[in-house]
């Protein structure tokens, strides 16, 4: 059933796409022919991943896509942008080649200041669930670390591009970075009805009563904000599922 909704979908898009790209009626060539640019639709859903350093960004992908794809506690000054979506075959892009790949992104190139703080990772991975989603690994958020690229802007500008901002927590006492905290606020300021929020390595606390007290203390956080206290929203408790017996809810399929 599940293959069924994904062609379905992959259709869909390939039609809106070429409600666009038609060489004679489309709409890029209309407008064109009034002196205007105009992009086609990206034909994936993006999904942007951003939090503090070792919120489980990366380990994330990996699991959701199947394959070993990004290193696992990078250096947060040094790490930059990766876009991992499905190919043919398992290759890596550097920057200009992302461009050339993503031209809806060729702005992020003046919001970061460098066209180097951009890669992309092709998978060949078989995992239905990744047929149609490009996800966006952002560098972990640190307080008083200096990027080699305006980190703020990029990720704002990316956060008004994404489809969906899934925000992680750790539950280590890393989660409440104000460096994070100050992005959540502006992405959730004018997308709020794009932004997950999810408490992530939940299986490392101790007890569900631990666990709660986390929650808590997470959500009072957010709450302090004044964009963020104007809505209601949701924080999911997720862990990678393992072959070990674990306890606690795990959202992660959810």
């Known amino acids: 059933m599940a293959k069924n909704v994904t062609s379905v979908a992959e259709q869909?898009?390939?039609?809106?796409?070429?409600?666009y790209t038609d060489?004679?009626?489309?709409?890029?060539?209309?407008?064109?022919?009034?002196?205007?640019?105009?992009?086609?639709?990206?034909e994936k859903v993006t999904v942007m991943l951003i939090g503090n350093h070792s919120a489980g960004k990366s380990s994330f992908v990996n699991w959701f896509i199947g394959e070993h794809v990004q290193r696992v506690g990078a250096a947060m000054?040094?790490?930059?942008?990766?876009?991992?979506?499905?190919?043919?075959?398992?290759?890596s892009l550097t920057g200009p080649a992302t461009l050339a790949l993503y031209p809806h992104f060729q702005s992020l190139v003046k919001a970061a200041g460098s066209v180097d703080c951009m890669t992309t990772e092709v998978c060949a991975a078989p995992i239905e669930r990744f047929r149609l989603i490009t996800l966006i690994d952002t560098?972990?958020?640190?307080?008083?670390?200096?990027?080699?690229?305006?980190?703020?802007?990029?990720?704002?500008?990316?956060?008004?591009?994404?489809?969906?901002?899934?925000?992680?927590?750790?539950?280590?006492?890393?989660?409440?970075?104000?460096?994070?905290?100050?992005?959540?606020?502006?992405?959730?300021?004018?997308?709020?009805y794009k932004v997950k929020f999810l408490l992530s390595k939940a299986d490392t606390v101790?007890?569900?009563?631990?666990?709660?007290?986390?929650?808590?203390?997470?959500?009072?956080?957010?709450c302090r904000r004044s964009c963020l206290n104007k809505y209601g929203f949701e924080l999911s408790c997720i862990y990678l599922p393992t072959d070990k017996p674990q306890s606690g809810l795990n959202q992660i399929d959810q």
């Open 12 to 19: 869909t898009l390939k039609q809106v796409v070429g409600l």
């Open 23 to 42: 060489p004679d009626r489309g709409l890029i060539s209309i407008a064109k022919n009034a002196g205007m640019e105009l992009l086609a639709p990206r």
């Open 77 to 91: 000054e040094t790490a930059g942008f990766t876009f991992i979506t499905r190919g043919k075959k398992r290759e």
């Open 139 to 192: 560098p972990g958020l640190v307080d008083g670390i200096q990027y080699a690229f305006d980190i703020d802007k990029a990720l704002a500008w990316l956060g008004k591009m994404a489809d969906i901002v899934l925000v992680f927590f750790d539950p280590m006492g890393q989660a409440l970075q104000n460096r994070t905290l100050d992005m959540i606020e502006k992405l959730y300021e004018h997308s709020s």
């Open 206 to 222: 101790g007890s569900e009563s631990e666990r709660q007290k986390v929650l808590m203390q997470i959500t009072q956080s957010l």
